[in-house]
């Protein structure tokens, strides 16, 4: 698919079918996570793949937003492997992990996957119920799928400000 076509229609799917998700395909989407940039190429980005009945009962457990998503992946991140910014208020932690999961969730929609990132969840007891390293942070759950029959995107999902509204020139 054209790249420009994918990053428009691509949308946050909110209701899986249960087809499986293929292995190699699967495999596509983790190493387009793999090859993201990250700050200083410190590769400080953990993915966790869920998929067993048991690790989605944790997923569920944190968060309503699964929708039924066959595969979860759990972006975190090591927060003793990160650079620190000029100034110490910031590190590379969250946009590195970010970078990666943006990756993964584009490669998705390339190998006619669904997904949805999902924030609706406490980081912290996330890790907890996964029983992540202490060193971890996560960052957010991007479900991984076949879209339901009948299922799209919102009706808003084309309903975008001109770039006029959100782009300056300096």
């Excluded at 910031?90 to 946009?95: A, F, L, M, N, P």
């Excluded at 996964?130 to 799928?145: A, I, R, S, T, Y």
């Excluded at 995107?153 to 309903?159: D, F, G, K, R, Y």
Aim: proline content about 5%; hydrophobic content about 40%.
């Amino acid at each position: 698919m054209e790249f420009r076509e994918l990053v428009k229609n691509r949308y946050s799917c909110k209701k899986y079918g249960s087809r499986p998700v293929e292995p190699e395909k699967l495999q596509a989407v983790l190493e387009a996570g793999r090859v993201a940039p990250t700050a200083k190429n410190l590769q400080e980005q953990r993915i966790y793949v869920v998929q067993s009945e048991k690790g989605l009962a944790r997923i569920d457990a944190v968060t309503p937003c699964r929708y039924g998503a066959p595969v979860v992946l759990v972006v975190a991140f090591n927060k003793e492997n990160v650079f620190t910014y000029p100034g110490g208020k910031r590190d590379s932690g969250v946009e590195d992990a970010t970078i990666v999961a943006t990756h993964m969730i584009l490669a998705a929609a390339n190998e006619g996957l669904d997904s949805c990132w999902i924030n609706f969840l406490d980081p912290d007891k996330a890790a907890e119920v996964l029983g992540l390293p202490e060193n971890e942070e996560v960052l957010m759950f991007m479900d991984l799928g076949y879209a339901a029959e009948g299922a799209g995107p919102l009706a808003n999902h084309h309903s975008r400000k001109a770039l006029e509204e959100t782009v300056s020139y300096c």
